[in-house]
């Protein structure tokens, strides 16, 4: 049966760190409304209805302007949601999408052109686990031919369990969540230094978000923060920074996204980099027009 998921947090802080015009939320989802874009059959849970005016109103207070949407495991490979949420603003949003490699070659284009940049494998325990590896072989090669990208949502463990793979596929790969990696390990646990020498190749990428999924602390979850200086300090150039706004299957800690974005200054501590990460990165992977 499908578990329901926490709300996220109703009463957003205006955050104290200004974003820098054109700031990119590089992770964030819509979800439903239910009775216009249905949850799939074999979802593991069910959010909220998170829609796309929602997502806008989060981003007003943030003080965000272009999003990346990324296609979560409760809308299946059912990209709809995202492509309506897409179309209302084609000049600022893009999208990471979750396919099949049933789709017919006119279904990706179709993709393509709905602003979709790339495509998302989940290996979480809880979201099913180790995806069929074939299909996802078969998937990467046809996208690689397209300029798009992987992202990769792992649990810690896949991180050893999947290095190898992982670094063979020959198209931009971005992690997902700093690896998901516990803070309570440190960051000489053998997963996070994987990561870190996985940032050291050209062809891979990090999102410095998810402080709430790894945080031991809690609220405002500053023990994320020397992991997402570790990888910036490896990687400046392929960094990127995202709400993950509305926080599925969080048991914890549900965060308040303006808490989120007040760890941007404690991880990229000065303006050059602040811009890199929040615009710069972004623009580049998601082809932002500047």
């Known amino acids: ?45 069910t959010p909220p209805d998170a829609p796309r005016e929602k997502l806008k109103e989060l981003h007003d207070i943030l003080g965000v302007e272009r ?16 492509l309506d949420a897409i179309a209302h603003n084609r000049e600022n949003y893009r999208g990471v999408c979750i396919a099949s490699n049933d789709y017919s070659d006119a279904e990706f284009e179709r993709l393509h052109e709905g602003g979709i940049r790339g495509v998302r494998y989940n290996f979480v325990k809880h979201l099913g686990g180790t995806p069929d590896l074939n299909d996802m072989r078969r998937v990467v090669e046809r996208v690689t031919r397209m300029g798009w990208h992987l992202v990769i949502h792992v649990d810690a463990p896949d991180l050893v369990e999947f290095e190898d793979l992982f670094a063979s596929f020959s198209l931009p790969k971005v992690i997902d969540h700093m690896g998901r990696v516990p803070t309570s390990g440190g960051i000489r646990q053998k997963p996070f230094q994987i990561l870190r ?4 190749r050209e062809d891979f990428w990090v999102k410095v978000c998810g402080s709430e999924r790894i945080s031991q602390g809690g609220p405002p979850f500053y023990d994320a923060i020397p992991y997402a200086q570790a990888l910036i300090e490896v990687a400046p150039d392929r960094i990127l920074w995202g709400t993950d706004w509305p926080h599925p299957n969080i048991s914890k800690f549900m965060p308040n996204d303006g808490d989120l974005v007040d760890l941007v200054p404690l991880f ?23």
């Open 1 to 45: 049966m499908a578990k329901p998921c926490m709300p996220p947090d109703p009463n957003t802080r205006k955050p104290d760190f200004e974003m820098p015009p054109k700031a990119c939320d590089a992770h964030c989802h819509v979800f439903g409304p239910a009775h216009k874009f249905p949850y799939s059959d074999d979802t593991t849970y």
């Open 67 to 82: 999003v990346v949407i990324v296609q979560a495991s409760c809308h299946g490979t059912d990209n709809s949601a995202m």
């Open 197 to 200: 020498e996985f940032m050291k």
């Open 268 to 290: 990229a501590r000065d303006s050059t980099l602040q811009q890199k990460v929040l615009v710069d990165n972004p623009a580049r992977l998601y082809g932002f027009d500047d």
